[in-house]
């Protein structure tokens, strides 16, 4: 489906998660809806178990809304089938963890070009090598992720998450077990990519400093967005 | 419940798919313990018997005199104990030549005497007579019989009380070819033992035949031996052997071979079985590091995390190993059925007494295999067991880190990636995580490739090589009889009438043959690859080429004739005008003949090769024959291309012809040779038989050999059902026992891998998700899932296929030296461990791939863990 600059990227309708059963059912997204225009810059805040993580993987196509719409790029993903849900997610969607990002067995390289490698394209080596360069890991390239240190790793992450260019950026507190200086580092990464690219990005974070870099903050509560607040047109 | 058990058994609970497969893979090992430990005990019983059959069941025997012998009796040494000796007896009124012995005591029932009729002897004046002499004399239970005594012109008076089979007691007396009757003797007292008793035997069976006993016995015989100088004894080191009892006098070897092959079977199994399950329990191990860890911040002692994995294998144990034993009873019994049939032919047809397998399931090798398999059990888990002692907090906290990874091991496997796709490069970099592990499983599994194939195409090319040797399959006694008299005319010895109508053959097939002096003949006629070949064939014997012995070239190359050694074969005139098209001529100085114009040569890599166009003779070329220095002239009539089967030969040189005549024509050769020289030629006949007995039949022939020993004869007979039985019996035996052995294998290797792969999946869910959110597809996980249990196979199967081929190469190399058949790669069997190895990759893959299906990926990704 050919989707016209004008569409916005993401379109979010009246979404709901529950999970559990019976007495012991948790509203993990109670009736949340959003839309997001492309090349925006959107911060996700809100206290732990506000559902922050779980909004980011319905909206990645991990996992399925309990009832809703998530419609990305002018696709509405609950028409896909497993299988064309993953290859949708290998071409547009960029995903960036806080925790174990990298399959430990795969070189740098590999970790960074996976998504090209599973849609058994060749990554081009002079695209690799700037990437690298950009990244600030060349030279490491074919080093194992546990030989990395946490930045560089989640550096690897990011360049994966952006090797493909993909329209939807989304990141799950990529900064949430670095240092300082790290996270800076990273955060710094993120916003050139996104000013370079003009790609979406999505950023959950704890950190209001992180936060106030981005053009809209929402705010989560209870799964429930209770504040949606455009920081810089 | 004590509360480590309780997590435990939690534990288990949550992985219950792997925790199965581990007691799978346990009762596998206990399993393969016990079918070697009992198997052994089941052939050694199955020789016991063998040997008490064709010996007697005793375990000590000795000769002297009669005081001696009743000092032993005496002496409360043994439990059971007989005697026997010969009588000065020896014919009937009639003149009916007999052999006649004393038996007495337990000697009877020690020596396996066996009343067909009647009852054995137990008074004096009765008597046992076999059931042979009882056929010639019409001899019954209750007929009387009288018997004299040259030396003393006496006689006595008995009756028969029994027909028996002959008995072990012939092993130790000969009777000059004369039936024996046997006596019943009341006892060795020397005076109740008739005038002129000859030498006197004793046998005694151990009550405990242990080392104190053969002491005992030892000193007494050295006590005796001081009055009684004929004394000599000796121990049936052949049953005791089968008994597993080291007897002072030999035998150890065997014992040794039978002890060292079991301690390097159970070793070989013990050590798969060790490397799964300590595989299982690392896998357990790294699945609780989080649960350890948690134990150890509550103050558990390193104790009591061990017990966690240990209680695990005890339960595992618990399971298993009963299990396993009751598999490899009903496993063996299974297989001795199996291989019943063919024993029971060889029993039958050589006497060789009962060689059936029974099982026999002795509570003592039980328990020993059930020790023997919680031994390696419980030392397998130890070390995993140790490290869960040694768990700290700090560990659960920093999740798992399974293992160090190898970045050399992760390397290569381009083509892997090439073939399978980047799920295949994927799951090529998660099996060779712990490549220790990796490697010890995929030798286990090449070995099970390479074993399966190599042992088919050893039974295969057997069979083949015996069916080529004897094609037709029309006959299955041969007999060959070859005369080198001049004086005599071997074709009118009656030995021939005799072999060409035996009483016990349904249908006999003659054939003569003369090879006899040279053919020469222009060297133009030889065919281009036979030229080839002889040159060969010179160099590798170290001919000359005018060296006089050689069947080869008279003079060099560049002479224009040469000499070649004829095979003739000797037709029955209507198959050769069959063959030829016309009758031959039969003047005595020509022979007409067809050339046999294919057979089967050493080739030039040293193995056979079949060589077609072996001349390039035509019809009405001619050949001198130097008959003896009665020239003859050979005739070609026809060249047969592809002649029957059964007149291909096999040659060492190439430069031997085999051709074929016509009887009439043949006897005009002979006749006129003794016409003109006075002498005979040589004859060779071969005989062809089908019989209904051949057993019999082959008794009978080879009976001939004893009975005419004729000079200048030689008469070789082949029992060639009862190869066929032997062959079959050992092709049989390799086959069941191998495949036994890698279907067992298989398990352990199929236990092994579904634990490692579904583990790995455990271990590595937030992994895999993660290449789920990178856009895996769930086909493509479960392809990656596959390939992870399916390199195994698939690189065993790269190694194993082209090096078993290699293997069958070198089988077939040395097998088809005996007879020649062409080589064929045993396909079935490859077939057979192509889709083995793969259903057991898929099968082993299973567990992981059907717990992948239920859980999506994204509840992992929740977790830190
Ligand atoms: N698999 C699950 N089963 C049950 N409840 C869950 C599950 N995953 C998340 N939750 C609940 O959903 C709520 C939102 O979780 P999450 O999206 O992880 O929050 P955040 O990322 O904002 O900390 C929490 O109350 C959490 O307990
Ligand atoms: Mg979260």
Known sequence: MPASAATPILQVHDLCKVYGAGPNTVAALDHVSLTVQRGEFVSIVGPSGSGKSTLLHILGGVDRPTSGRVTVDGVELSTLNETRLAVFRRRQIGLVYQFYNLIPVLTVAENLTLPLLLDHRRPDAGQVKALADELGIAGRLDALPGQLSGGQQQRVSIGRALLTRPALVLADEPTGNLDRKNSAAIVELLKKFHAKYSQTLILITHDPEIALQAGRILSLEDGRIVKDEVVRP | ?865
């Open chain 2, 1 to 865: 419940m004590n509360v480590l058990c309780k997590l435990t058994l939690a534990q288990i609970r949550g992985s219950k798919s792997r925790f199965v497969v581990t007691v799978i893979g346990v009762a596998v090992a206990a399993a393969m313990v016990a079918a070697v430990l009992l198997g052994c005990d089941s052939v050694m019983d199955a020789m016991r018997r063998g040997a008490i059959a064709e010996l007697g069941d005793y375990h000590w025997q000795g000769s002297g005199s009669a005081a001696s012998a009743q000092a032993f009796e005496n002496s409360g040494l043994f439990a059971r104990f007989g005697y026997a000796c010969t009588l000065p007896y020896s014919a009937q009124p009639d003149g009916q030549p007999v052999s006649c012995m004393g038996v007495g005591g337990d000697a009877w029932r020690m020596l396996g005497a066996h009343a067909v009729e009647g009852k054995l002897p137990d008074a004096p004046g009765e008597a046992a007579v076999t059931k042979d002499l009882a056929t010639v004399e019409h001899l019954a239970p209750g007929s009387a019989l009288t018997l004299t005594d040259p030396g003393t012109g006496g006689s006595v008076e008995l009756t028969v009380t029994a027909v028996l089979d002959r008995f072990a007691v012939d092993n130790t007396f000969v009777y000059d070819g004369r039936q024996p009757v046997y006596l019943y003797l009341g006892s060795i007292a020397r005076d109740e033992l008739p005038q002129g008793a000859g030498s006197l035997y004793f046998w005694g069976a151990a009550a405990h035949p242990d080392s104190r006993f053969f002491a005992s016995v030892q000193a007494l015989e050295q006590r005796l031996s001081l009055s009684d100088a004929s004394l000599n004894s000796w121990y049936n080191t052949t049953l005791l052997t089968w008994m597993g009892i080291a007897s002072p006098t030999g035998g150890s070897s065997l014992r040794g071979l039978i002890n060292w092959l079991r301690a390097f079977l159970l070793a070989l199994i013990g050590v798969g079985a060790a490397l799964m399950v300590s595989n299982a329990f690392s896998l357990s191990l790294a699945e609780r590091r989080r649960t350890l860890g948690m134990l150890s911040s509550a103050g558990a002692t390193p104790a009591q995390k061990s017990d966690v994995i240990l209680l695990e294998a005890l339960f595992a144990g618990l399971i298993g190993i009963p299990a396993g034993l009751l598999f490899a009873c009903g496993g063996l019994a299974a297989t001795f059925q199996v291989l019943r049939p063919a024993f029971g032919l060889l029993t039958r047809r050589y006497g060789l007494g009962d060689l059936n397998l029974y099982l026999v399931v002795r509570p003592f090798w039980l328990v020993i295999s059930a020790a023997a398999s919680a031994t390696v059990l419980l030392l397998s888990a130890w070390v995993p067991a140790l490290q869960a002692g040694r768990t700290t907090p700090i560990d659960a906290i920093r999740g798992t880190r399974e293992i160090q990874l190898n970045a050399r091991a992760l390397r290569g496997g381009r083509l892997f990636g090439k073939l399978f796709g980047p799920e295949g490069m994927l799951a090529r970099k998660n099996a060779r995580r712990s490549i220790h592990r990796y490697r010890a499983t995929l030798l286990s599994m090449t070995l099970s490739v390479v074993l399966l194939v190599t042992a088919s195409a050893f039974a295969l090319y057997l069979e083949r090589s015996y069916a080529m040797a004897h094609p037709g399959a029309d006959y299955n006694v041969t007999a060959a009889m070859r005369c080198y008299s001049t004086t005599e005319d071997g074709g009118a010895y009656p030995l021939r009438q005799i072999l060409q109508s035996p009483a016990n053959a349904r249908t006999v097939r003659e054939q003569e043959y003369i090879q006899w002096g040279m053919l020469t003949l222009p060297s133009s006629r030889v065919g281009e690859q036979t030229a080839d070949l002889g040159w060969q064939y010179a160099e590798d014997n170290g001919m000359g080429l005018n060296d006089p012995p050689t069947y080869w070239a008279q003079a060099g190359p560049d002479s224009d004739t040469l000499a070649m050694q004829p095979y003739l074969l000797v037709l029955p005139d209507e198959d050769y005008a069959a063959l030829a098209g016309q009758a031959a001529a039969a003047d005595g100085s020509t022979i007409d003949c067809v050339v046999i114009n294919r057979c089967f040569v050493p080739g030039r890599d040293g193995g056979m090769m079949e060589l077609a166009r072996q001349m390039a003779l035509r019809p009405g070329d001619t050949m001198e024959w130097s008959f003896n220095a009665m020239p003859v002239t050979l005739r070609v009539a026809a060249v047969s291309d592809n002649p029957p089967q059964n007149l291909i030969q096999t040659w060492r040189n190439p430069y031997t012809m085999t051709l074929a005549t016509s009887r009439t024509a043949a006897d005009a050769v002979f006749a006129r040779f003794t016409a003109e020289t006075g002498s005979y030629c040589p004859r060779y006949f071969n005989f062809y038989y089908q019989s209904d007995d051949p057993a019999r039949l082959y008794a009978e022939l080879t009976s001939l050999n004893a009975q005419n020993p004729i000079p200048n004869l030689a008469l070789t007979v082949t029992d060639i059902q009862g190869d066929q039985a032997m062959i079959h019996a050992v092709t049989l035996l390799v086959r069941v026992i191998l495949y036994g052995f890698v279907a067992l294998i298989s398990l352990i290797c199929a236990a092994n891998i579904a634990n490692t792969v579904s583990s790995g999946m455990a271990l590595r869910r937030r992994e895999t998700a993660m290449l789920c959110a990178n856009g895996l597809t769930p086909r493509g996980l479960r392809k990656m899932l596959f390939l992870e249990s399916g390199i195994y196979s698939i690189q065993a199967l790269a190694i194993g296929l082209p090096v078993s081929a290699l293997l069958a190469w070198f089988v077939w190399r040395r097998v088809m030296r005996i007879y020649y058949f062409r080589f064929t790669l045993p396909w079935g069997a490859m077939a057979a461990a192509a889709v083995g190895a793969l259903g057991i990759s898929l099968l082993a893959a299973l567990p992981a791939m059907l717990h992948a299906a239920r859980h999506p990926p994204a509840e992992d990704l929740r977790t830190a863990e």
